[in-house]
C-alpha cells in the first residue's frame, strides 16, 4: 500500500505587510483606575514625571492627569500599535513600579476603564461619513443610486456602549480609512459590492462592529468597535488584506488614516483640563509621527 503525501495548505502571503505599516493617526485614549480599599492618597509632585521614559518606551505619552482620592485618570497619546489591552496592562504596570518606588503604599482595584477620544465626537464622525455620497455630487444619478445600497448605517451597533471585560471596560472606537493605490476610481458595481460585504465579513470574525460604512470609487471610511486586543495597526492592515485579497489585486496605497474617538471631543477634554486637571509637561497635540496627510 503506498501512502498518498498530502500536500501541505500554507496561508496566503499579506500584500500589506504590517511590520512596515506607516499610518497617518490621531489617537487618544483615558485611562481610569479606582482605588482598592481605601482612597487614594496626594499624588507626590514628581511621580508622574518618573513615567515619561517608561512610557515612551511602551509607545505612549502622557499628556494630562487627574489624581482625586476617589479616582486616578491619564489622558494619553498612542502609537498606532499599541491595543486597548496592552495599554491598560502597560499604564498600569508604570504606575504600579512607579508607586513601589516611591515608598508610597497605594491598591488600585482590578477592575479600570480605557475610553477613546478624538478630536470630534462619535456623533460628528458618523455623520460625515454618512453625507461621503451626497458630498461627492456623481455626474451618474444612476451610479449613485446604486453606491449608496453598498453604505452601511447600523443601527444595531451602539459604538456609545462599551466592551467589558474580566478586567474594566473599554471604549475603543475608530475611524479608518483606506484610500485606493493611485486614486484608482473603482466603477464596477459587482467589485463594489464584493468589497461592502467583504467589510462585514472581516468585522464578524475579527470581533469589529461596524456602526457606519461609506465606500466611494477611491476610498473607504469606516466608523467601527474594534476588538481591544487588536491594535490600530493590526486593524487597518486587516481590513486592506482581506479586501485586497477578495478583488485579487493590491487595491489600497499603502498608508492610511486611523483616529480614535468618543462620546467627549478633545475641547471637552481641554475644558476638563483648564478646570480641574492638572497639566503635564508636554503639548497637548504632540505624539511621535503623528496625523502627516489629511482625511477625505
Not at 498530502?6 to 512596515?20: E, G, S, V
Not at 504600579?96 to 478624538?118: E, M, N
Not at 461627492?136 to 451610479?143: V, W, Y
Not at 468589497?195 to 465579513?201: A, I, K, N, P, S
Amino acid at each position: 500500500m503506498v501512502n498518498k503525501i498530502r500536500p501541505t495548505m500554507t496561508a496566503p502571503q499579506p500584500l500589506y505587510d504590517i511590520n512596515n505599516a506607516n499610518p497617518a493617526y490621531h489617537l487618544r485614549y483615558s485611562w481610569t483606575g479606582w482605588p482598592s480599599g481605601g482612597p487614594f492618597a496626594t499624588c507626590p509632585s514628581d511621580l508622574l514625571d518618573t513615567l515619561d521614559d517608561g512610557f515612551q518606551k511602551d509607545g505612549l505619552r502622557l499628556l494630562e492627569h487627574r489624581w482625586t482620592p476617589e479616582l486616578v485618570q491619564l489622558l494619553l497619546s498612542a502609537s498606532p500599535t499599541i491595543s486597548p489591552m496592552k495599554l491598560a496592562q502597560r499604564v498600569k504596570g508604570r504606575l504600579d513600579h512607579a508607586l513601589r518606588q516611591a515608598k508610597l503604599t497605594l491598591s488600585f482595584s482590578r477592575k479600570l476603564a480605557v475610553r477613546s477620544l478624538g478630536e470630534n465626537r462619535r456623533v460628528d464622525v458618523e455623520r460625515y461619513i454618512q453625507e461621503q455620497i451626497p458630498h461627492e455630487q456623481f455626474a451618474d444619478p444612476n451610479f449613485e443610486r446604486k453606491l449608496k445600497s453598498f453604505s452601511i448605517v447600523n443601527a444595531d451597533v451602539d459604538l456609545a456602549k462599551p466592551t467589558a471585560s474580566a478586567r474594566g471596560r473599554y471604549w475603543y472606537n475608530l475611524h479608518l480609512v483606506l484610500v485606493t493605490d493611485f486614486r484608482y476610481r473603482i466603477s464596477d458595481v459587482d467589485k463594489l459590492a464584493l468589497l461592502c460585504d467583504t467589510c462585514g465579513r472581516i468585522a464578524a470574525k475579527k470581533g469589529y462592529a461596524i456602526s457606519t460604512l461609506s465606500l466611494m470609487p477611491d476610498h473607504l471610511h469606516v466608523a467601527l468597535r474594534g476588538n481591544i486586543e487588536h491594535s490600530p495597526t493590526e486593524i487597518g492592515r486587516c481590513f486592506q488584506n482581506n479586501l485586497a485579497y477578495a478583488v485579487g489585486n493590491r487595491l489600497w496605497m499603502d498608508g492610511f488614516y486611523v483616529g480614535t474617538f468618543g462620546e467627549y471631543n478633545m475641547n471637552a477634554v481641554r475644558k476638563l483640563s483648564q478646570e480641574n486637571l492638572s497639566h503635564h509637561p508636554g503639548e497637548l497635540d504632540g505624539a511621535g509621527t503623528e496625523e502627516s496627510k489629511s482625511r477625505d
